[in-house]
């Protein structure tokens, strides 16, 4: 008995130690403007080739996140996280090796040095999405009944690995005066990195048989309060009666605070596919994650384009990447515990009945609203009201907290209208409209920008350079807002 108590005990916390080691070093593909003046001065690489390697690791982690995600509900979330294991020790440990083995002498990189730093990045930004899936999945699967604490959590410490990983480089790996030591430090990744995700895969394989009972029985009767005729506790007397209670317990929702709802509509992928409001919710996540996206990937130039009112320009666009990284992750970290507080997601109660555990005061389709509602007025006041440096901040914030939010409360949403069992395989195909999303947006802004370039200029100076894009990313913004209010009105029973 207290050989399965301990079991017990000791597993949620094995769990959370490797979800947070996880996270916390998952973020190495976000390290890439760290190591590109590096590159530029060992490889003598020129800006497209540093563009096209970035993005390798950045796309990454879109074209087989699907992959991962049925691999992820299929063989469990020791899988992935095996996976980035090997990844992360070969894409790390070979990026280092073929940095070392450069020359400095040479006028520029060989093209065959080119393409290979492109693959090794490419399998980081793979391994970075194997980390993530495990990681969240491991979370919510182990914890259900509290998915958006389990989510958040998770979600905010890999929103805080770019500021932990760069803090290790600048302390470990760069010398004064020097650009960071990419070999020494991309070894130190492949090594650190690859032993985390191996480790973590070995817990949650010990784990796999509890993520597998998590989502059906969330509520369950003990078995000695059933022997033995317990009295359960204050907290426990509305759902945890015994078999020969039932008919004794209030049939008043209100007063148990019991809201029956509809099961989730557990299925193939086709069958996601059949499901029109599918499309609707991804159309929302394309709208929503790709002008997030782009805000995030353009930071930099966009408030290059403005005139400083006396401060650093280095210390402007520093300032705003801390701005948005923080509220990214305090979003995490808040969003999910409130989402659980008054938005609680179904479970299979004792009796078999699908229903809220506890009292329900909104649908968490509110948060996608909320989300909507920011990010339109987020870009319309940048266009209409920001003039200088010191006073982008508002989108710095906004789209912090519109992007943290999204990726929070997307997975409550998701398992309750399809599913916890395939969790893992649709949230990897929302992925794709994001992806799809991010690509308009971004590519948007760069064909605007590079209009209005001038003559005998490297870059564009003026609000010009993203006027337009803002005012269609505050439209776009808008339909976003009316896409969640059709979801809602589908789902506020349901989610």
Avoid at 340 to 354: H, N, T
Wanted: proline letters at 5%; a neutral charge.
């Amino acid at each position: 008995m207290r050989k399965a108590i301990a079991s017990v005990g000791v597993r949620p916390i094995l769990t959370c130690c490797a979800v947070a080691a996880n996270a916390i070093c998952a973020g190495g593909v976000y390290s890439f403007p760290l190591i590109a003046p590096a590159l530029v001065e060992q490889l003598n690489l020129t800006q497209p080739q540093l563009t096209t390697i970035a993005l390798a690791g950045m796309a990454g982690q879109y074209p087989f996140a699907a992959l991962v995600g049925m691999a992820l509900d299929r063989y469990g979330t020791w899988s992935c996280s095996l996976a980035a294991s090997i990844l992360y020790s070969l894409g790390f440990g070979l990026f280092a090796r073929e940095v070392a083995q450069a020359s400095s002498d040479a006028q520029q990189a060989s093209t065959a040095s080119f393409y290979r730093l492109v693959l090794y990045f490419g399998m980081i930004g793979l391994a970075t999405v194997s980390s993530y899936f495990s990681l969240v999945f491991a979370a919510t699967k182990s914890f259900p009944r509290f998915i958006g604490i389990a989510s958040g959590t998770s979600m905010s410490i890999f929103g805080l690995s770019p500021l932990f990983l760069s803090l290790v480089a600048s302390s470990l790996f760069t010398a004064p005066g020097a650009t960071l030591d990419v070999t020494s430090f991309f070894t130190f990744m492949a090594v650190a990195t690859g032993t985390i995700n191996f480790v973590s895969a070995l817990i949650f394989r010990a784990n796999r048989a509890f993520e597998r009972g998590a989502g059906e029985t969330a509520v369950a009767v003990p078995s000695d309060a059933e022997t033995r005729g317990a009295t359960p506790s204050p907290e426990e007397e509305p759902l945890l009666g015994s078999a020969e209670d039932c008919d004794t317990i209030p049939k008043d929702p209100v007063s148990v605070h019991i809201v029956p709802v509809e099961e989730p509509q557990e299925g193939s992928t086709l069958d996601l596919f059949k499901d029109p409001y599918f499309w609707v919710l991804s159309f929302w996540v394309a709208l929503v994650v790709g002008s997030a996206e782009m805000v995030v990937s353009n930071l930099g130039s966009i408030v290059l384009a403005l005139p400083s009112a006396g401060s650093s320009t280095t210390a402007n666009v520093s300032q705003q990447v801390r701005l948005l990284s923080f509220f990214n992750t305090l979003s995490r970290l808040l969003v999910g515990p409130l989402a659980d507080a008054i938005a609680p997601v179904a479970s299979r109660l004792d009796g078999g009945v699908w229903a809220f555990a506890r009292k329900r005061t909104t649908s968490r389709v509110v948060f996608m609203l909320v989300v909507s509602a920011t990010l339109a007025a987020t870009f319309a006041w940048l266009v209409v009201g920001v003039r200088t440096q010191e006073a982008i901040w508002p989108l710095s914030i906004g789209t912090g907290i519109a992007y943290g939010t999204t990726f929070t409360i997307l997975p409550g949403v998701l398992s309750s209208i399809w599913g916890l069992a395939n969790l893992g395989r649709n949230f990897g195909i929302t992925s794709y409209t994001a992806f799809v999303g991010t690509t308009f947006f971004s590519y948007l802004y760069a064909f605007v920008a590079a209009r209005h370039v001038g003559p005998g200029e490297s870059a564009c100076i003026g609000t010009e350079c993203w006027r337009s894009t803002f005012w269609i990313s505050a439209a776009t913004s808008v339909v976003a807002l009316g896409v969640s209010f059709a979801l809602w009105r589908q789902w506020r029973a349901r989610v």
